[in-house]
């Protein structure tokens, strides 16, 4: 094989890309979103959003109308609500000429079953013709029609709200302890579990409370020398503001959740949870034991796991932390720069989905104030945080490092743990690919050393006027090839990877409100005795709220736009290069097949599966 020099130090970079402080500060963010950054440069990811918009839309109008009547009074008020919601983002011509054809070709839906799939097939078309400024609208539109609103009298009332729709089958199960435990390694955020050298003083549980849950045959000082005894702890959340907003007192909770695994099990147990880490009186440890208490205990941890997930996990740990390399790779690579074609694919949407999510997503009074249980300025606080605590500790928040200072890297001691399996398939065959990419550039550490433009690119990441990273290779530099095949390993997997376990659960996992709210609506209970069912339902969200979660978290969980490892005929012109990608698509492949494989004796679990992750954050 031969090996191309660098030659692309004398080509000055075409663009300037402009820093912004002061809306998440002081992240760095794109002042305005270039125009080649924005939606409306990718008609094709319009349509997808539009299409799920639409399916929504529908939904939302469903649930406001009474079936009483039988199907055509239902059908022709759903599509007169259809029309003045069309009429206001200049789609209803569209429509009503959608809803001919379809029934020209198919016939008058005579069942609820026929009239959902004819309503499919009219979304489709209609999505096909929505310009980005009507996108914007119709999200408006579905956020103001709000048709469920109240307390809910029972969890019946949360499971009408899924009308076009599906019901998620966690909907059935959540309430088991299994699947419980399954959140904390194959759930949405699938993060958190540390493994115990120690016992905690904060969760002061006694051996009798833990062998009532893990039989007298185990104990915690075994489980501790063995490696079995985990944590999942929100302390975090100790002391937050609390959100009001819209309308009703809403609570954070800083719980800490202790899970074990029995000796020669593989999986993890519940074994306790105490609702605030200093203990006391007035601060029980709930047991599985403990009835509606251990329901409104685990549901604590839900709601704390969900607040963590948007703010930190999802928005600060992917979303943000990408955005100053798209920023840097802008303004320091020329165009021909192999960093610059190797990253761009990996950037794409990231700036115009997270200009999106700051100034309206996380604004005051938009959804993260309306849902999650802190305060606005609290979520937008914690989620900066997030943020810092990947931008600023670069080198030691790859996958691998993360997993080992959990002390989860260990397949023996945690044998079921679906996330970490997965991800590290996907961390290790991106980087092969990436450092296959490098290697027909940079021959020696002096080349990476003596690009110009790669080092101008590293002094921007990090400057306190660029992207303000830090710890990045050795001492802010990027000498080696080493270092630079894991920075850049980093950026790819957390783009498309990371991105997906984090983003996609929220289609399914978490729009069924009571499986994991967004937020909580009454204090944690400060006894063992006197918790009921009615008790556990006002913990839960108002039926606007839930509605609320299911559309939003609908929309960001099921636009699946462009797919990892696919660059596009022909994107890179070099054949030695050509042949690493087809290596690297093949070993996808692989790993698809393998991940489908494990799924027939593990709990499954399908957010890494190569085919359903895209290469970029652009949802
Ligand atoms: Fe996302």
Not at 153 to 167: A, C, G, H, K, R
Not at 228 to 242: H, K
Request: glycine share 6%.
């Amino acid at each position: 094989m031969t090996t191309q020099s660098v030659t692309i130090t004398d080509i000055n970079p075409s663009t300037t890309y402009t820093y912004n402080y002061t809306y998440l500060p002081p992240l760095a963010m794109v002042d305005v979103v270039p125009p080649a950054e924005g939606f409306s440069a990718r008609p094709d990811w319009i349509a997808k959003v539009a299409a799920q918009a639409l399916k929504i839309l529908v939904n939302t109008i469903m649930i406001g109308i009474k079936s009483e009547g039988g199907i055509k009074p239902f059908a022709d008020k759903l599509i007169a609500e259809l029309a003045i919601a069309a009429r206001q983002i200049n789609a209803e011509a569209v429509l009503l000429e959608a809803i001919g054809q379809e029934l020209l070709k198919h016939g008058f839906p005579n069942t609820l079953p026929k009239l959902k799939l004819f309503l499919e097939d009219v979304i489709k078309t209609v999505a096909e013709t929505i310009t980005e400024d009507a996108l914007r609208d119709l999200v408006q539109i579905i956020v103001k029609l709000g048709t469920a609103s109240g307390r809910p009298s029972s969890l019946e009332d949360y499971n009408e709200l899924f009308q076009i729709i599906p019901l998620p089958p966690v909907s059935g199960n959540f309430r088991d302890d299994a699947v419980f435990a399954a959140m904390r390694v194959a759930g949405p955020n699938p993060v958190m579990i540390e493994r115990m050298k120690a016992l905690d003083v904060r969760l002061p549980i006694t051996e009798e409370q833990y062998q009532s849950v893990m039989g007298t045959q185990d104990s915690l000082h075994a489980a501790i020398a063995d490696g079995r005894l985990y944590l999942a702890d929100y302390s975090v959340f100790d002391g937050v503001l609390n959100g009001s907003f819209p309308a009703a007192q809403k609570f954070s909770y800083a719980p800490l959740a202790l899970f074990a695994i029995p000796p020669g099990g593989e999986s993890l147990k519940p074994v306790a949870i105490q609702c605030t880490p200093q203990p006391g009186a007035d601060n029980p440890i709930f047991i599985p034991q403990d009835g509606d208490n251990w329901l409104i205990a685990k549901t604590i941890v839900q709601i704390a796991d969900a607040n963590f997930h948007e703010a930190v996990s999802h928005l600060g740990r992917t979303h943000l932390f990408v955005e100053p390399f798209v920023l840097a790779t802008h303004n320091q690579l020329s165009p021909t720069h192999p960093l610059f074609i190797l990253l761009t694919p990996h950037f794409v949407g990231t700036l115009a989905i997270n200009d999106a999510a700051q100034s309206n997503l996380i604004a005051s009074g938009g959804f993260v104030d309306k849902l999650l249980s802190g305060s606005i300025d609290q979520s937008r606080v914690l989620a900066v945080k997030g943020a810092q605590s990947y931008l600023l500790n670069v080198n030691t928040s790859t996958l691998p490092q993360t997993l080992a200072q959990r002390g989860v890297d260990d397949s023996s001691s945690l044998p079921d743990y679906p996330y970490r399996d997965d991800a590290l398939l996907l961390w290790n065959a991106i980087h092969q690919w990436i450092e296959n990419y490098m290697s027909r550039y940079y021959t020696t550490d002096a080349a990476v050393q003596g690009d110009t433009q790669l080092q101008n690119w590293v002094a921007e990441l990090v400057a306190h006027d660029g992207g303000r990273l830090n710890n990045i290779g050795a001492g802010n530099r990027i000498s080696t090839r080493a270092q630079l095949v894991e920075l850049v390993t980093m950026v790819c997997f957390t783009a498309s990877a990371q991105h997906a376990a984090v983003n996609y659960p929220q289609g399914t996992l978490m729009t069924y409100a009571p499986a994991m709210p967004l937020g909580g609506y009454s204090p944690a209970p400060v006894t063992q005795e006197g918790s009921s069912v009615g008790d556990y339902l006002k913990l839960l969200p108002p039926l606007e709220g839930a509605e609320l979660q299911m559309e939003i978290l609908y929309l960001l969980g099921s636009v699946y736009f462009t797919r990892l490892g696919d660059y596009g005929d022909n994107y890179f012109t070099d054949p030695v290069i050509q042949n690493f990608l087809v290596q690297f698509q093949q070993e996808l492949s692989k790993i698809e097949e393998e991940i489908n494989h494990r799924n027939q004796t593990r709990t499954p679990y399908e957010f890494l599966l190569p085919s359903k992750i895209p290469q970029s954050i652009n949802i």
